[in-house]
């Protein structure tokens, strides 16, 4: 089954707001990483936390690790239409060197 | 610089038909991955290969098939066994040499098939 998925399904917000989005997965991992895909594009790596990292930050974005509830969030702050996407999480699946991709979260960012 | 290509970019099958879809990496990676994707969906995955001459099937890989002659290239075959091919299909590699999971996945662009 899959392990990480994504939530809310969609988001609609402001230019300037925050996003704020959820991953939950089901088996206890080493790391997470949240992936980026533009409409008809290919999946860009955004950032990867680690099962010892609480919180990690890469310029607008803050992702967070809560092991305990088998969850994390990826926040953009102060958001631009450019950030118009659908977001996945990943997880591994070390026994076998692969990963779970969620069913993601398309946000809009309305100008 | 260097990325993954997979070609063509759109791609249409006539029943009975199989289809082959090509992705080349020159980023000197040793695993490659082959996703399918449908709308509004997350990827599921086909084949993968963590080294040359091997790889191992997905979680659909019912109704295709794959190679992994050369490092650069894995090529995925969409065979006519596949009744439903209507999605977009994405390539990705990494670095892999372990099961950490703790290297990031590059992808292409994608190839959409379609049923004529």
């Known amino acids: 089954s899959q392990q990480g998925e994504e939530d809310p399904q969609a988001l609609s917000i402001q230019e300037g707001e925050n996003a704020t989005m959820n991953c939950s997965y089901k088996?206890?991992?080493?790391?997470l990483q949240w992936y980026r895909q533009n409409s008809g594009r290919g999946l860009v790596h955004l950032i990867l936390i680690r099962s010892n990292e609480r919180e990690k930050h890469s310029g607008r974005l803050r992702v967070t690790l809560d092991t305990s509830k088998k969850s994390s969030s990826l926040l953009i702050t102060a958001s631009r239409a450019a950030d118009t996407a659908s977001y996945f999480c990943?997880?591994?699946?070390?026994?076998?060197?692969?990963?779970?991709f969620g069913s993601g979260t398309k946000l809009n960012v309305k100008p | 610089d260097g990325g993954i290509t997979q070609s063509p970019k759109y791609l249409f099958r006539k029943e009975g038909q199989n289809v082959t879809l090509s992705c080349e990496q020159n980023?000197?990676?040793?695993?490659m991955y082959w996703y399918r994707q449908d709308p509004g969906q997350g990827l599921r995955l086909i084949y993968y290969?963590?080294?040359?001459?091997?790889?191992q099937k997905g979680d659909i890989a019912e109704g295709y098939s794959v190679s992994r002659e050369k490092k650069e290239s894995f090529p995925l075959t969409v065979t006519s066994a596949q009744k439903n091919p209507t999605a977009f299909y994405l390539c990705?590699?990494?670095?892999?040499?372990?099961?950490?999971?703790?290297?990031?996945?590059?992808f292409g662009d994608g190839t959409r098939l379609s049923i004529l």
């Open positions: 088996t206890s991992i080493n790391n």
């Open positions: 290969s963590q080294i040359v001459n091997d790889f």
């Open positions: 990705a590699s990494d670095k892999t040499g372990g099961s950490s999971g703790d290297q990031p996945q590059h």
């Open positions: 980023l000197n990676h040793d695993a």
């Open positions: 990943a997880t591994p699946v070390y026994n076998f060197n692969k990963f779970y």
